[in-house]
C-alpha cells in the first residue's frame, strides 16, 4: 500500500470475569485510505489481541451492530474511517449510557424491550384478505412514514440522548421514530393502542429538545422529527379528548 | 446446564427463520416457539439485500414465465417441481409482507411497482427502492414481536444439533454474554442460518455468514448438495466487496471497461440497447456477467484501482431525482466508501462471491433427510436454484420457503411426544466438552486468523470464477492441511464471558468443513455449468454425466463422499440458455 502509516488505537477493555472497573489499553495499527475504525479493531484482534471483543457484521452501515464512541462521538465504526482522525490518536468506547458487557459490546437489552412496548406492527381492526391484493398507498402516503422506518437500530440516538443518560425509562429516539412510522402509515389503525405510551412521562415528553439524536444519525431518520410530531399528536390528543366520546385519535 | 423446552426450535433469525417462526405462530398457536440466533435478528444479513424480491403481478407477466427464467437461468439443475411450487408463492408473500407494514415502493396511483432483473423476462422484482432486504427483515422482526408464542434467545450461538432416536430433537446453544451451555429441546429444528459467503475472501457477506447450519447438519449426516455453485456477483466493491445491486442495471445502469466500451456486448449479451431491456446487456444473469469480467480482465481491458481491478458501473444517466428515490442506498455507499457521488461518477466494480445455491439437501417440503430438521433459506437448497440463481429469487424463496419450513416443521412436531431430556442430556454434555476444549488447550500453536487467512486465500485461489482441476486440487489440498492446523488454534482469550474469539474457532470449524464440502464437489463435477465453469477440457454442459444434483457426505477429518441424485425435470426439457438478441430471436426473452 503507498500509503501505509500508523496510529494509535486506545480502547475500553473491561472484563467482567477479571476485572472490576473499565480501562484503557493503546495499540498500534497500520492503516490506510481505506481503513475504517472497525478494520482498525479487527486488526488489533487478528494480530495483537484476540481478546478484544466488539460487535460487527454487515461492515456497510445496514446491520447496526457495530456503534462505539468514537473519540467521545457515537459512530458506527464501518463508516467511521482512521484517516480522519490521524495524525491525532482514537479513542474508542462503548456506546454511552448502556451497561457495558465486556470491552465494547453493551448490554442491548433495554433497547429491544423499549422497542416492542411501542407495538412495532401494523394494528388493524379487520385483516384484507391477502387474495384481495395490497393496500394501495400513494407515494405521498409512504413518504409520510418511509423516513422514520429507515432506522437501523443502531443505539446511537440512545448514547446520544442527554435525557435517557439521566433516566433510562425515557422510552427514547428509536423507539419512539418506530412508533410515529406505524402511527404515520395509512394501513396502520392502533394510533389509540400506542398514544398511552406517547402521552405519558416515558413517551415523548420526556424530550428535552436537544436534537443531538438525529445529529448523530447515521440513515437521516430525524429522530427528533419524529418526537416532535409525536407531541403535536399527543396536544391534539389531549383537547380532543374533551371534544369527542370516544377521545382523540383515530376520529 | 441450563435447559429449555420447546416445542420446534429455529436457528437463524434472518427473513427465513423469522418468517417460519411467524408461520407455526399462525398455523399452529398452540406451540411454542423458540428463535435461537447468534445476533439480535435485525443484525442479521437478510439487511443487507438491496435490490428487491421476485413475484408475478403485471398483465403482461405469468408464472410460466418466471418458471421458465429460473429453470433456464439455473442451467436446468432445478427441481422443477419445487420450481413450480415456488413461482406460485412469491407474489401471495409479497402481497403478505405488504400488509405487515413492508414500505414497498409505489406508483403514482398506489400500487406496488416492480423493476426489472436479471434474467428475468420482464419486470417482476418487488422493491423497497434499494434496501429491500433491510425493509423486509425490520417488517418480519418487528411484526414477529405480536406473538407471544415466540420466545427469542438472542446473542445464543447454537453449537451443536441433539440427535437422538434417529430424529433431530434440539440444539446446544452457548449464552454469548456469559459463555454458559443452554440445552434447547425440541420436536423439530429448522435450520435458517444463511450462506456461507465468509469462506472466501472477497465477499458480500456479513461476518457471521460462516456456515454454520449447513456445518451442523453437515456432521449429523444430513448431505450438502450442489455446493460447488457458488455466485460471484459482478458488481461489488474492489477489496471490501460491499454489494452494489443489481437494481442499478435493473433501473438502466450500464457496465463499461476502461476503454469507455459497454463489453458486455461482446459475450452474446447484447444488442447494445440504451433503455432496460430484459435479458440483454446489462441484465443478463450474474454468471454471465462475472465470466465476461473475468475476460475482460484477461484481455487486459480492465481499470486498475488501488484494491484491484474493476469495469465501472454507471449511473450517471438515469439522473439526480431518479438516483434519489430508487438508489439511495448506492449513493450512500458510494459516498462513504469511495468518496464520490454516482450522480456525476462511475462506481468501480468487480465480482465477488455472494450467494451460495447449494446448501442442506432438503427436498421441496423443506424436510431433510433427518427426521425432525427442516431447511430454509440460503443454508438450504430445496431445488429451485440449480446451477446459478436469478436475482429476488432469493428473498422470494426466504418468505416461501421459510413459512413452509415453519408450517411442515409445526405438523411434525405436533405428532412426535416429548422429548426425554436424560437421553439428550449426554449429546450435548459431549458436544460441550468438544467447545470447552478448543478454550482449554494450552499448547496450540496456531493464530486463528491465519487458518482463516489461508482458507478463504486458496477458497478464492481455486474456486473461482473460472476452474482448472489443477487449481481445485490445491484448494483441496491445502483444505485438508488446515483442518489439522485448527486443530492446534491458541486462542488469546480464555475467558467465558462474550468471548467472540472462541465463537469465532467453533465458527471456523463449520466454515473449513462446508468449504472442503465447495471445493470437492467441484473438484468432481466434471462438466462447465451454471456458476461452475472450468477452463480445462470439461468446459462444456454434459448433460449425459452431469444433469445431476451433487451430494457431499461428512467423512469426518477425511474428504467428504461425493455423489450424485437426479434433477426432477417435470416440464421443461434440458436447452441452451441464450441471452441477448438470441434470446430475442427464439422467443426466449418473453418465453412465447
Known sequence: MPDRREIDIEVMRYN????????????????????????????????????????????????????????????????????DYYPG????????????????????TDFLEKLEAVKPWIIRKDEKPLSEGTYLQTPEEVSSYLQFSSCINCLLCYSACPQYGLDNSFTGPAALSLLHRYNADSRDEGKSERMPLVNSEEGVWGCTLVGYCSEVCPKQVDPAAAVNRGKVNSTMDYFLRFLTPRGGVDS | MQVVSTDVAIIGGGGAGLRAAIAIAESAPELNVTLVSKVVPMRSHTVAAEGGSAGVTTEVDTLDMHFHDTVAGGDWLCDQDVVDYFVSRCTEEMIQLEHWGCPWSRQSDGHTSVRNFGGMSTARTWFAADKTGFHMLHTLFQTSMKYPAISRLDEYFACDLLVEDGRCQGLLAIEVATGDFVRVESRAVIMATGGAGRVFRQNTNAGILTGDGMGMAYRHGVSLRDMEFVQYHPTTLPGSGILITEGCRGEGGYLTNKDGNRYLQDYALGPVVTEPTPKTMELGPRDRLSQAFWHEQQKGRTITTPLGPAVHLELMHLGQRKLTERLPFIMELSKTFLGIDAAKQAIPVCPSVHYTMGGIAADGTTATALPGLYACGECSSVGIHGANRLGSNSLAELAVFGKLAGENAAAFAREQSPTTSSSLQSAADAAEARALAILARQDGSERLASVRDEMTQTMSDGIGIYRTADGMQATCDVLDGLVDRLAHVQLDDSNRAFNTEWLAAIELGFSLDVA??????????????GAHVRLDEYDERDDHQFLKHTLATYEADAPPRIAYSGVNITRLPPAERVYGAAATATGDAANA
Not at chain 1, 495499540?27 to 460487535?55: A, C, N, W
Not at chain 1, 490518536?89 to 442491548?108: G, N
Not at chain 2, 464437489?521 to 455449468?529: F, K
Open chain 1, 16 to 83: 467482567p470475569e477479571t476485572d472490576s472497573e473499565p480501562y484503557i489499553q493503546s495499540f498500534r495499527v497500520p492503516f490506510d485510505e481505506d481503513t475504517s475504525v472497525l478494520m482498525g479493531l479487527q486488526y488489533i484482534k487478528d494480530h495483537l489481541d484476540g481478546s478484544l471483543t466488539f460487535r460487527w457484521s454487515c461492515r456497510m452501515a445496514v446491520c447496526g451492530s457495530c456503534g462505539k464512541m468514537v473519540n467521545g462521538v457515537p459512530k458506527l465504526s464501518c463508516k467511521a474511517f482512521l484517516r
Open chain 1, 89 to 108: 490518536k482514537l479513542r474508542i468506547e462503548p456506546l454511552e449510557h448502556f451497561p457495558i458487557v465486556r470491552d465494547l459490546a453493551v448490554d442491548q
Open chain 2, 516 to 529: 472442503r464440502a465447495m471445493a470437492y464437489s467441484a473438484l468432481n463435477r466434471r462438466e462447465s455449468r
